[in-house]
């Protein structure tokens, strides 16, 4: 039985979907003007688990991720650049295909841009003003009229009146309201022709949230399973997607919701005005895109998670204790035998809210066994309770010889290997001064040495 925690409930609920044997996801994507940063990565790798359990449990997982290509940031960076919105979002949806791809992370079954779906959004935005959910501005807007949907803030669990204290009174605001929110922007001078779209209010560009539920409702319906994403977008985003469905279709949107918990980097919010921002790219020349991976799974999808160098190494280090286990064990196919202890056990924890640090913690004592007893069995089992999470797959050999790409003093396994050679012709040669200082600086550079029987030398890094 699986249960997941239902930010709506705030309580674990059994996992029912609408159809037996069949599961719709939608996750809110990237905003694609610039590189996906370490937060991008926690979603990414996320619900990715989450799709992939899903999958092993048997259900038919129908997985959508929206890309977001029309926004300000995204036309103020593309007039920055001198380019078009297109040459924009398209150099940064390749970019964060090939981050997704390097983390091991599964292309959605749909993977729905916003401007595909611009007439659905108009769809949508009329039935709203239909019901008298959405008003024109004098300035040519189109917002929507949060007091008149009666459950406003039942996602994020604040009222009305308190929303309305925290909101800042705008200077010249054409909204009946401060909580109201725009669902059609109007076209302002001098904004790029590829950012304009007619409709019935006048030229001009969806609002952000507008885009979610339009697509969401194009691909699975008015009401599917679980929505998801970052706890950034609890509110106002999710809060607002709600209000727009569930107003224009007058019953319930998702009947799930999951967030995932915020990145901080060494206890602080990440941002770039502290100067602590660290795009997936940065991330991954110093570190080993798998163990990236390890370490956002050894969290809680729902527990803050702490990035740091230290935090990063220790996920190396643990890494490699897992991979070093395969290294020395038998040969044997990977398939899970559901069955056995240590799977029955892995299930358990994976059912009870995805939770990812036990189902680990079950991979380091299988790892102890295969260890202790070289059984080729355990080993595949391992090898594939460890494919479930998209860990494991790689050859254990070349894993702990990778290490991280600019790990042992800038050494390449190119130059280590080259170094291993020279000791043992200086070996050869009886030159053991050499040899040792050889070994010397590959130990202080990370790398440990392991002399096999018949003169052969291994190495994987500390």
Same mark, same amino acid.
């Given at each position: 039985?699986?249960?997941?925690?239902?930010?709506?409930?705030?309580?674990?609920?059994?996992?029912?979907?609408?159809?037996?044997?069949?599961?719709?996801?939608?996750?809110?994507?990237?905003?694609?003007?610039?590189?996906?940063?370490?937060? !991008?990565?926690?979603?990414?790798?996320?619900?990715?688990?989450? /799709?992939?359990?899903?999958?092993?449990?048997?259900?038919?997982?129908?997985?959508?991720?929206?890309? =977001?290509?029309?926004?300000?940031?995204?036309?103020?960076?593309?007039?920055?650049?001198?380019?078009?919105?297109? +040459?924009?979002?398209? &150099?940064?949806?390749?970019?964060?295909?090939?981050?997704?791809?390097?983390?091991?992370?599964?292309?959605?079954?749909?993977?729905?841009?916003?401007? +595909?779906?611009? *007439? /659905?959004?108009?769809?949508?935005?009329?039935?709203?003003? +239909?019901?008298?959910?959405?008003?024109?501005?004098?300035?040519?807007?189109?917002?929507?009229?949060?007091?008149?949907?009666?459950?406003?803030?039942?996602?994020?669990?604040?009222?009305?009146?308190?929303? &309305?204290?925290?909101? &800042?009174?705008?200077?010249?605001?054409?909204?009946?309201?401060?909580?109201?929110?725009?669902?059609?922007?109007?076209?302002?001078?001098?904004?790029?022709?590829?950012?304009?779209?007619?409709?019935?209010?006048?030229?001009?560009?969806?609002?952000?949230?507008?885009?979610?539920?339009?697509?969401?409702?194009?691909?699975?319906?008015? /009401?599917?399973?679980? !929505?998801?994403?970052?706890?950034?977008?609890?509110? *106002?985003?999710?809060?607002?997607?709600?209000?727009?469905?569930?107003?224009?279709?007058?019953?319930?949107?998702?009947?799930?919701?999951?967030?995932?918990?915020?990145?901080?980097?060494?206890?602080?919010?990440?941002?770039?005005?502290?100067?602590?921002?660290? =795009?997936?790219?940065?991330?991954?020349?110093?570190?080993?895109?798998?163990?990236?991976?390890?370490?956002?799974? &050894?969290?809680?999808?729902?527990?803050?998670?702490?990035?740091?160098?230290?935090?990063?190494?220790?996920?190396? !280090?643990?890494?490699?204790?897992?991979?070093?286990?395969?290294?020395?064990? *038998?040969?044997?196919?990977?398939?899970?035998?559901?069955?056995?202890?240590?799977?029955?056990?892995?299930?358990?924890?994976?059912?009870?809210?995805?939770?990812?640090?036990?189902?680990?913690?079950?991979?380091?004592?299988?790892? #102890?066994?295969?260890?202790?007893?070289?059984?080729?069995?355990?080993?595949?089992?391992?090898?594939?309770?460890?494919?479930?999470? #998209?860990?494991?797959?790689?050859?254990?050999?070349?894993?702990? /010889?990778?290490?991280? *790409?600019?790990?042992?003093?800038?050494?390449?396994?190119?130059?280590? +290997?080259?170094?291993?050679?020279?000791?043992?012709?200086?070996?050869?040669?009886?030159?053991?001064?050499?040899?040792?200082?050889?070994?010397?600086?590959?130990?202080?550079?990370?790398?440990?040495?392991?002399?096999?029987?018949?003169?052969?030398?291994?190495?994987?890094?500390?």
């Amino acid at each position: 039985m699986l249960k997941i925690h239902n930010t709506l409930s705030r309580q674990k609920e059994e996992f029912k979907p609408m159809v037996p044997g069949r599961a719709g996801i939608y996750v809110c994507g990237m905003t694609v003007y610039d590189f996906c940063h370490i937060g !991008h990565a926690r979603v990414m790798v996320v619900f990715d688990s989450v /799709q992939r359990w899903l999958r092993t449990s048997g259900y038919a997982v129908t997985y959508v991720r929206n890309i =977001t290509d029309i926004d300000d940031k995204i036309i103020r960076r593309a007039v920055e650049n001198g380019e078009t919105i297109s +040459q924009l979002t398209t &150099r940064f949806i390749a970019a964060m295909d090939e981050d997704a791809a390097a983390l091991g992370v599964q292309k959605p079954d749909h993977e729905p841009r916003a401007t +595909q779906y611009v *007439p /659905q959004m108009l769809g949508l935005i009329g039935k709203l003003e +239909q019901k008298g959910l959405a008003y024109k501005t004098t300035d040519a807007d189109v917002n929507y009229s949060v007091r008149d949907f009666p459950g406003y803030g039942k996602l994020s669990g604040k009222t009305l009146d308190d929303l &309305r204290a925290g909101e &800042r009174v705008e200077v010249n605001s054409t909204k009946r309201d401060p909580l109201d929110f725009v669902l059609w922007k109007h076209t302002k001078e001098g904004e790029p022709a590829d950012t304009r779209w007619a409709s019935p209010w006048g030229e001009g560009r969806p609002g952000w949230h507008i885009e979610c539920s339009a697509m969401s409702e194009a691909i699975l319906g008015e /009401q599917f399973d679980i !929505h998801g994403g970052g706890a950034d977008l609890q509110f *106002p985003h999710h809060e607002n997607e709600i209000a727009q469905s569930e107003g224009a279709s007058g019953h319930t949107f998702a009947n799930l919701w999951m967030h995932n918990g915020f990145v901080r980097v060494d206890d602080e919010k990440m941002s770039k005005s502290l100067g602590n921002f660290f =795009t997936i790219r940065e991330v991954l020349k110093k570190f080993d895109a798998e163990v990236v991976r390890f370490f956002i799974l &050894r969290a809680h999808y729902r527990s803050p998670l702490n990035y740091s160098d230290t935090h990063l190494e220790d996920a190396r !280090h643990s890494l490699t204790r897992l991979y070093t286990a395969l290294k020395g064990a *038998p040969d044997a196919k990977a398939q899970v035998d559901w069955e056995e202890t240590h799977a029955v056990r892995f299930k358990a924890a994976m059912d009870d809210d995805f939770a990812t640090p036990e189902a680990i913690a079950i991979l380091f004592e299988l790892a #102890g066994e295969v260890n202790r007893t070289q059984d080729a069995k355990l080993a595949a089992q391992l090898k594939a309770l460890g494919a479930v999470l #998209g860990l494991l797959q790689r050859d254990p050999q070349v894993f702990l /010889q990778a290490g991280q *790409p600019d790990a042992a003093g800038g050494l390449t396994p190119e130059k280590i +290997q080259s170094l291993i050679d020279e000791r043992a012709a200086s070996k050869k040669a009886k030159d053991f001064k050499r040899a040792d200082e050889i070994r010397k600086q590959l130990t202080e550079s990370g790398i440990v040495l392991e002399d096999k029987p018949g003169g052969a030398t291994e190495w994987r890094r500390a």
